[in-house]
Antibody, heavy 120, light 110 residues
Framework: QLQVQESGPGLVKPSETLSLTCTVS??????????WGWIRQPPGKGLEWIGS???????SYNPSLKSRVTMSVDTSKNQLSLDLSSVTAADTAVYYC????????????WGQGTMVTVSS | QSALTQPASVSGSLGQSITISCTGT?????????VSWYQQLPAKAPKLIIY???KRPSGVSNRFSGSKSGNTASLTISGLQAEDEANYYC??????????FGSGTEVTVL
């Protein structure tokens, strides 16, 4: 059964880079029908799409975050990574990794999420 | 790219039907039939309940239904049950592999 697991530091200092990894198990990250996305949710607020990565290496980013975000797909490790630079308190959120279905453009499987706090 | 507009809260009595709206633009909701809806229970990850505007994944109750007219999509929950208390989010494809989520709606069962 496919599982999605986010991992990374729970605390990041302001102005530093937040780095997270999403590990897919029980299946391949390289399926042509699917892509993988990062979505975040600040405490008490709504969901925000950060970006999506495709097995081909193609990446799409939220225009509002594009200048600070770098994502990559490592098919050998079945992992999706996220780097968010120059973080501030506004980047404090639960970060989710989710599988996107290219046939209907929906996110059909989500990890449990990982809380990241930006604080000195 | 702004968040899609949803009412902050909607409430209904047990057994009633409620509808949640999701308003975007011709560049997202109105431009593609790729609207999805997610249910988020407290302290849980979101769960897909509607895709392609009006299709339900296997295992999702047929009390959930979706529709779209112009730049506004809607989620209807029929026969409201206590277990439906949750936050609901719409999401639309906006072209060029970009997505936008709605602002979220808190559903309360009276």
């Amino acid at each position: 059964q496919l599982q999605v697991q986010e991992s990374g530091p729970g605390l990041v200092k302001p102005s530093e880079t937040l780095s997270l990894t999403c590990t897919v198990s029980g299946g391949s990250i390289s399926s042509r029908s699917y892509y993988w996305g990062w979505i975040r949710q600040p405490p008490g607020k709504g969901l925000e799409w950060i970006g999506s990565g495709y097995y081909s290496g193609s990446i799409s980013y939220n225009p509002s975050l594009k200048s600070r975000v770098t994502m990559s797909v490592d098919t050998s490790k079945n992992q999706l990574s996220l780097d968010l630079s120059s973080v501030t308190a506004a980047d404090t959120a639960v970060y989710y990794c989710a599988r996107g279905d290219g046939r209907d453009e929906s996110f059909d499987m989500w990890g449990q999420g990982t809380m990241v706090t930006v604080s000195s | 790219q702004s968040a899609l507009t949803q009412p902050a809260s909607v409430s209904g009595s047990l057994g009633q039907s409620i509808t949640i709206s999701c308003t975007g633009t011709s560049s997202d909701v109105g431009g593609y039939n790729y609207v999805s809806w997610y249910q988020q229970l407290p302290a849980k990850a979101p769960k897909l309940i509607i895709y392609d505007v009006n299709k339900r994944p296997s295992g999702v109750s047929n009390r959930f239904s979706g529709s779209k007219s112009g730049n506004t999509a809607s989620l209807t929950i029929s026969g409201l049950q206590a277990e439906d208390e949750a936050n609901y989010y719409c999401c639309s494809y906006a072209g060029s592999s970009i997505f936008v989520f709605g602002s979220g709606t808190e559903v309360t069962v009276l």
